[in-house]
């Protein structure tokens, strides 16, 4: 088979989840398929993270803004390479796709109601394309996939599916995700202090970060620790107006917020967190949960959407909505030795379920389907 992959924006520099799970289900699919020849489509960038080999073929595809990109350069190249299939990895994809379409649609919190209104343009550009491009795609798609159980049942209930037409694929996460034993190096490139709370918080509403300041403003002042919040992604001035909004200035002392911090020093980062929070109001999935688990990192994370289904029945589930359920999970933890160890052991048990080398054996097993 020829097979193309959409993967637009995977040598960006700042690269986000749906980047990082495509480029790791390709590189997966590298190692374990010599038969079928692959075609990654690509806009150029900074960050060579892909290497050609005998069989994947990467093409560069210049354009000025996404929806061009993807609706008229990506087609027109697609035609001249005449692939069995095209398989788009973040959930849009040509509204006249040339071949057989396959298509990653990893949730379907665009046409749900909008929570908050914290957005950034971006968000606002993605969130209206979305709108109008997935609804229209769909009936052209010979597979969609999705990342969870969760996911699934919401789509096909929302969209009204055959429940032949999409399917669950779980994602994995990277292999350098694990304990390790020299860290402090790169984790003061962050933050002074080598017992902290962890969490990744950004503009989009669903990631909770208010309610999880406020959170953590009820925690400081019940520990007796008081371990100090490493924030990632999160600008000064968009954290400062939530501060004022939510009249928990006082805390800003016990706050790191370096920015965006790349993937290959997040093992470190949550190597040395006494623990990660994960406490989004829906999730598609929770990669980031399992990164967490793997380097033996207590998570407490929301009891809604596909978290549950991924942290399984012994994580620690909190009512993201209450900021004294969060607290009160944070102290318990700080304050259970026993408990605090069995979750490191039980984290570590539970990525176990997870790879990019089964998402990849599911994933060409599907591509066959078609």
Avoid at 105 to 118: K, V
Avoid at 161 to 189: M, Q, R
Avoid at 245 to 250: G, M
Wanted: one cysteine or more; a neutral charge; glycine letters at 4%.
């Amino acid at each position: 088979m020829r097979i193309a992959i959409e993967a637009q924006r995977i040598f960006r520099t700042n690269k986000h989840g749906m980047d990082f799970v495509a480029l790791e289900k390709i590189r997966e699919l590298q190692k374990i398929d010599k038969e079928n020849e692959y075609f990654i489509f690509v806009s150029p960038g900074e960050d060579h993270c892909l290497e050609e080999t005998d069989n994947v073929h990467i093409i560069e595809v210049k354009c000025p803004t996404y929806p061009l990109w993807e609706q008229v350069a990506l087609p027109r190249n697609v035609s001249k390479i005449k692939p069995d299939l095209l398989h788009c990895t973040s959930n849009t994809a040509p509204l006249n796709c040339p071949v057989p379409l396959v298509l990653t649609l990893h949730d379907i919190i665009f046409l749900e109601p909008r929570q908050g209104g914290n957005k950034s343009w971006y968000q606002n550009m993605g969130w209206y394309y979305r709108r109008m491009v997935v609804p229209r795609i769909l009936p052209q798609c010979r597979k969609i996939i999705t990342v969870s159980r969760f996911e699934c049942d919401r789509i096909r209930e929302v969209l009204r599916l055959p429940k032949d037409k999409i399917t669950a694929i779980y994602n994995g996460y990277s292999e350098h995700f694990h304990p390790l034993p020299e860290i402090s190096s790169i984790i003061h490139k962050y933050i002074n202090n080598d017992d902290y709370i962890f969490f990744l918080g950004n503009t989009d509403p669903k990631k909770n970060v208010a309610r999880t300041l406020k959170a953590y403003s009820l925690y400081l002042k019940h520990s007796e620790k008081k371990r100090p919040l490493l924030i990632a992604d999160l600008s000064e001035d968009k954290l400062d107006a939530i501060l004022r909004e939510q009249r928990i200035e006082e805390i800003k002392p016990f706050l790191s917020y370096p920015g965006y911090i790349p993937n290959t020093d997040l093992a470190y980062l949550y190597n040395g967190a006494f623990a990660f929070l994960y406490t989004s109001l829906r999730e598609s999935f929770g990669i980031p949960l399992l990164e967490a688990m793997a380097c033996g990192t207590p998570v407490i994370t929301g009891n809604t959407s596909a978290m549950p289904e991924i942290a399984g029945e012994g994580g620690i589930l909190v009512d993201p909505l209450s900021e004294k359920e969060i607290a009160d999970k944070i102290l318990y933890l700080e304050r259970d030795q026993i408990f605090y160890q069995n979750q490191i052991e039980y984290g570590l048990n539970r990525v176990k379920r997870f790879s990019w080398s089964q998402t990849a054996e599911n994933l060409l097993t599907l591509y066959k389907t078609i």
